[in-house]
């Protein structure tokens, strides 16, 4: 097996032609920042991203708040089962559909993902 190595041109040094390399991504990495889809992807991700984490805490912590100071969930809902049971089953059924609509909101960040990288000539 043989690993092909980078030629480094005359007259310069191998930490040099590293710097060099270290210049190119900064450049990119430049690039990709102030491109106006990587600020529209940001600004769609956080769009998204911290009105559901503000829903999934206040909805999680509403359970054991609501358990351990009132009775109101005490009450039953159906039959033996009471409101308490109803509202944990539900947490399942939040937490599902949280993961489900991430995933499909994720495809469209991934669609941006690739403008930015078409934009910018982009790599990985």
């Not at 600020?39 to 359970?63: C, D, H, M, Q």
Request: overall charge positive; aromatic content about 18%; glycine content about 6%.
């Amino acid at each position: 097996m043989f690993v092909e190595e980078e030629e480094i041109p005359m007259g310069k040094s191998a930490s040099a032609h590293k710097g060099d390399g270290q210049q190119k991504t900064s450049n990119y990495y430049a690039a990709v920042i102030q491109s106006e889809t990587f600020k529209e992807l940001l600004r769609k991700k956080r769009a998204f991203i911290l009105p559901s984490s503000i829903f999934f805490f206040v909805f999680y912590f509403t359970l054991p708040i609501l358990t351990s100071y009132f009775t109101v969930l005490n009450q039953p809902a159906f039959g033996a089962i009471t409101w308490a049971w109803v509202f944990a089953f539900a947490q399942f059924i939040m937490t599902w559909g949280l993961c489900i609509l991430y995933t499909k909101r994720a495809e469209q960040f991934d669609q941006l993902v690739e403008k930015i990288k078409q934009e910018t000539g982009g790599r990985g």
